[in-house]
């Protein structure tokens, strides 16, 4: 008897260790761990320090907003923010306390998951399903989009129904625009040659992928993405893992923000964050589903 309860002692060990070790793997617990001993031991000097970010301004609903929000970016001329919604598809303008300014209506977008300045007045917004990057201008006048009016490039890697791409980044310097697909695989596309910005040359466009780079993310998804130009640094932003995660110019981790409760100064855990921006000053503004806003400063 008494063997009789070893072997099922021993049995129920090895099961939990095997569950253990699974979520370990999905949840990239071991990856996450060692990074946190190393940056507690040893911080990266030239990091933007997203450890030091504390929210000023938490949870604040988007008035007279219903559906979700999806994206979020900066715009340096106008001085404001942009977001899409995908329920009834719209081109949200935003203030930086995160009150509606402007609404434009969407047509042929499909579904609309992310957005990005690309330039005055010019911005790139994703179809997920059909992975198309459509590129649309938007002057003070303009009264709605339509996509057979803009310039399209329809990617179609990897297609995985709504785990498409999911964020945007630009770096205007290398003219490069980062592409996240969401997960099933989870991966960033370096797009080079869209939008397409001299007529005088021939349209050439070159998808590049770093594959070590995406092996390091230790995250379970990407929600969005945010390009720092001071540093050359590339923000990725996970609902799931309820983090935002710094990496250098070759793709290594340098430093975290969590997303929950406790952390940065937060009451109360971000329930979908979809959307990250940074503004000339480091200040960083994130959107969570329903229709949440959040800033967060270094003191």
């Known amino acids: 008897m008494r063997r009789h309860v070893r072997l099922i002692f021993v049995f129920f060990v090895f099961v939990c260790l095997l569950v253990l070790g699974a979520a370990g793997h999905e949840f990239r617990l071991f990856e996450r761990g060692w990074f946190n001993l190393k940056a507690w031991w040893q911080p990266a000097e030239q990091s933007i320090g997203l450890d030091r970010y504390q929210v000023v301004l938490e949870a604040r609903p988007v008035e007279g907003l219903d559906d979700d929000i999806s994206a979020l970016t ?14 009834r598809s719209e081109l949200i303008e ?8 402007r609404r434009v209506p969407l047509t042929g977008f499909g579904d609309p998951e992310a957005v990005e300045y690309v330039g005055p007045n010019s911005y790139v917004i994703t179809d997920e399903r059909q ?12 009264l709605f989009l339509d996509a ?7 990617l179609g890697i990897g297609l995985n129904g709504n785990k498409g791409f999911e964020g945007l980044a630009y770096d205007s310097a290398g003219k490069r625009l980062f592409v996240a697909k969401e997960r099933d695989p989870m991966m960033i596309y370096e797009v080079h040659g869209f939008p397409h910005d001299n007529p005088d040359k021939p349209y050439a466009v070159h998808v590049v992928q770093d594959r070590k ?23 990725a932003l996970s ?12 793709g290594r981790p340098l430093s975290t923000l969590s997303l929950r409760k406790g952390f940065q100064g937060l009451k109360q855990t971000v329930p979908q964050a979809e959307g990250i921006a940074m ?19 270094q003191p």
């Open 279 to 297: 503004d000339d000053a480091g200040t960083i503004y994130l959107v969570s589903e329903p229709n949440l806003f959040y800033v967060f400063k």
């Open 239 to 250: 609902d799931e893992s309820r983090l935002v995660l710094e990496l250098d110019v070759k």
């Open 74 to 87: 900066y715009d340096p001329d106008r001085k404001s923010l942009f977001t899409v919604t995908n329920a």
């Open 148 to 154: 057979a009016d803009a310039e399209q490039l329809s």
């Open 94 to 101: 935003l203030s930086l306390d995160g009150r509606i300014l």
């Open 131 to 142: 992975q198309r990057l459509i590129r649309v201008r938007l002057d003070d006048d303009t």
């Open 213 to 235: 780079r995406d092996r390091r993310l230790f995250v379970r998804d990407l929600s969005s993405l945010q390009f720092d130009e001071r540093s050359g640094h590339l923000l």
